[in-house]
């Protein structure tokens, strides 16, 4: 027991050096479960950007450009699917819900979505959250166009808005729907997802801005149909571009996937976005790793810090390890009183570093929410994390023997000789 | 148990690939006795309290404490012996920098069980030892703020709390000047007078030499043809 009060006083009496050891170590372990927090929560806001969708259908193609395409806005499909197609799987025995989506246009670089009701009734993100309104409604009119918070925010629209939509998805857009501008009837509420970076109009909107369209090419002034002349009623959907649908069992999503890819009408197919999004992830888990190693190297600087701290007491404490032992400490002792010294450090360190966390968690997390979508909940310390902080110990501890056999050395050489 | 507390056999004694240092054929110190072990520095003076203490061992020969002899000791007994039965006084730099001086004085009645225990109450057995040597006032205070003399009566102190069978002094005093010298002495030898201890007090300054009993020469003592200083 004295054992360790005399550390504690020893180390109380270099309390500059003790504090500087004891912060970078706290710096540093609170860096590198930040981190780790951080990536878990990257990682869990990509694996929940959808979720209880059970199947992606597109035209056939690359599962993870599909993927890109319909869940992250990014990328374009090479071709369409029938909205026949659409309604015979919605029909299908197996299938819960459907959603729709015809891509292709954008406003100011966002992406518009066609889309129909059932994307505000069944698109769930985050481990079954729906999608909500801000403001406003969902869009029952062909003119009428909702938005992703996102959008709303960045471009300062409004529910009442007239805006006008942009065909293709390059940032700077080639041709612009001005003779058929939208009014905005609804804001979405954040959902930290790419659903904030859209706007939403419905597949009769998509069809009408295109309806004139000869070829791909805008309508020359004569040909033009004047907004008011196109009734809801009159739209026929023909293509859409990817729908997402949601089984009744998730027994019958294989089966499913395979009737899909097999579909002899026209080549389609079924992804599960689960299994697509984890193989992207691991596509990019390098940096993940990069981030692990260094915030590793981190931990293990703040540790050899608290090394060199112990290290450079020595000499000056050689008297004191002689005093020590003409009053009966063993070498071994003293062996042990350098290794509670490096204790003490590294768990006053890694406990501040934890409070440190918290903190810095408490005030980043709207901010890291806002500017990059990750959300970082606050919770508990995880077995894992503790496991990391059993093997920070365990490591720093590994590295206070070399101090620690410096001084047993020191200490039986010496004997009773006081150097100064 | 015989009066004898120290006694050294045939002792020998060097350092890894030195030549001899120590050769003793024998060396007794009887219990209460107060001896002056002289010699001129580097004769092994302080190697010599190393063996007594049990930190070094011997080559060869025996060396028994108490009736004990520590050949027949693993280290780690000789340790914790050491912390029952010996009290150490350096030359200088004697206490521990980061506690108080209260803390230095109970600091052996933390380590030895059987010190602790001979002290009785730790606090109030301090209290009458500060008082007696003069350094009531220091107790609470920070040992770095103390001068030479005041360091080396804490010394004393924390030699003797638990009262000790042998104190062992390096040369204890010779960081002082003459009249702390005397008073010092003097009040260990009554602090010893008080519980029958016995004191092995070394020096290689012969001025102190009328102060005790018994004086013994290391060079005379010691067999070994050691520095060209010593012979
Ligand atoms: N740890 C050691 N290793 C090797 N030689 C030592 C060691 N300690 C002391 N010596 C040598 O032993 C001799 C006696 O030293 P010491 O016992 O300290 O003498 P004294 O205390 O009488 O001045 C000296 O020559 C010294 O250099
Ligand atoms: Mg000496």
Redesign the interface.
Known sequence: M?VAS?AF??L???RLATILTVLSISFSVSLFLGIERIRSGAHDGFANTISKTDLIVGAKGGTIQLLLYTVFRIGSATDNMSYESYQKLSEHPEVAWTIPYSLGDSHRGFRVVGTDNNFYKHYQYLRGRHITFLHGREPNNIFEVVLGESVAKELGYHVGDSIVLSHGVSDVAFQDHSDKPFTVVGVLKRTATPIDRSLYITLQGMEAIHMDWVDGAPPLEDGRIRPEEIKMDDIEIEQITAMLLGTKSRISVLQLQRDINDYENEPLMAIIPGVVLAELWDGISYAENGLRVVSFFVVVVGLLGMLVAIYNSLNERR??M????????????VFRLMLYESMFLTCIGALLGIVLMYIVLLIGQPLMEEFFGIFVPIRGMTLVELMYLAAILGFSMLLAVIPAIRAYRNTLYD????R? | MSDVVLALNEVKFSYQNSTLLIDIPEFKVKAGERLFLYGPSGCGK?TL??LI?G??EANSGEISVLDRSYAKMS??SR??????T?G?I??????????TVR?NIA??C???RQRRQRAGNLNSTIDALAQRLGISDLLGRIVTELSVGQQQRVAAA?ALIGDPAIIIA?EPTSALDWDHRETFLKLLFEELDRYGGTLIFVSHDQSLKAMFPKVISLVELNNAVGEASCT
Do not use: C, H
């Not at chain 1, 004997?415 to 006081?418: A, D, P, R, S």
């Not at chain 2, 340790?79 to 029952?84: C, E, P, V």
């Not at chain 2, 350096?90 to 506690?99: C, E, R, S, V």
């Open positions: 004295y005399l006083k020893s109380w009496n270099r008297r004191e002689a005093i020590l032992r003409s009053l009966g400490v063993g070498a071994s002792v004997g009773l000789t006081i100064t | 302080t309290l190393g203490s930190i070094l280290s780690r340790d914790s012996f050491r912390g029952d010996l150490y350096f030359q200088m730099f004697n206490l521990i920098p980061y506690l803390e600091l052996p933390q380590i030895s924390r390096d």
